[in-house]
C-alpha cells in the first residue's frame, strides 16, 4: 500500500505518523538494515531471523519457559547499542526453546508456494522486484490467512480495530546441491502481518513461524533504533504469562512506539503500536486485550 493510499484508508492520522508507518512496513528494502525499533528486512522481508538465546534458571515445560515463580516465559529479550547477538542489532526477541516447526504440520496451501519460487527462479527476471525465494500474498481477512498457513497451534488474538490490511511472507532456503545453479527451495519461514487502525493509533501485528528446513540461529526477530529516539524496555504479567515490552520515544512529531513480544506453541507474536502520547489509555487498553488472548 502506497502512503496516499494509506493516508486515505486511514484518514486523519498525522502526515509524521505514516511516515513512521511506512518505516516499520516498508524499511530500506532489500537486506538492508531498517531504521526504527522494528523489523529488520529479510530478502524484502520484514524481519531477520535470529539466535534464539537460552535463559539461565529457566525449565523447558510444555514448549513454554517456566521460571520458578510459576510464571510462564516464551522468549527473551536484549536490548544495547549495536552490540546484541550475532548480527550486532539494538535489540533482539528470541524463544527459550528450538522453535522450528516441522512442515508437516504445515497443513495449508502456503505450501505449495515453494514450486512456484522454482519456477520463478527457473525463470528469472533480473528486472523484477521480486527477491528470488519470497513470495507474498495478499488477503481479504485474517482467517483466510490463517486458513493459507494451516498451523493448527496458531493463536489468532482479536484486535478491536479496522484492519486496514493483511498479508502472508514466505521466504524459502535452497536446497543442499541447487546452490549456484538455477535453486529450487524448501519452505523456510512464514509471516503473518497485519495491519490495524485505531482512531490516532496504527497497528501493526505479526505471528513467526520457522521451519525445520533452517538452522536454529535463524530464528527471532531484532531491530535497529535511531540515535535520537530513546528505547525502555519492561515486562508485562498477563495470565501468568511474562510479555516483554519495547517502548520507543522521540519518534517524529512526539510519537510513541510500543512493541510487545510472545512466543507460544513455537510461533513468536508481536505487535507494534504508533500512537501520540495522548493515546496511551488506548494502546493500554488494546494491549492487554491482546496479551489476554493468549491461554
Partial sequence: ??????????????????????????????????????????????????????????????????????????GSLKTGKGNVGKFNSDYEYTALEDIRIPVSEIKGDVRSVTKQMNQEAANFDPTSSQMPGTKQKRFATVEEAVDYIGYKKLTVPDINADVLEVTVHTDGIEKEGTKGSTPEYDLAHITLETMYRRGEVVVQEFYSLSTENVEEDQTGVRGIVMPDWTITQDTKTVNGRVFNILKTEGLDNGNIGTEVFWQQDKVIYTIYFIYPPAKQDTVDMLMKEWMEAFR
Fill in 1 to 74: 500500500m502506497k502512503e496516499e493510499q494509506l493516508m486515505e484508508a486511514i484518514g486523519k492520522i498525522d502526515e509524521s505518523m505514516l511516515r513512521e508507518v511506512e518505516t516499520v512496513r516498508n524499511g530500506s528494502g532489500g537486506n538492508t538494515e531498517r531504521t526504527g525499533v522494528t523489523h529488520t528486512g529479510h530478502k524484502g522481508l520484514r524481519r531477520k531471523w535470529l539466535i534464539p538465546v537460552a535463559a539461565c534458571m529457566v525449565m523447558m515445560i510444555g514448549g513454554i519457559g517456566a521460571y520458578a515463580s510459576g510464571l510462564l516465559g516464551g
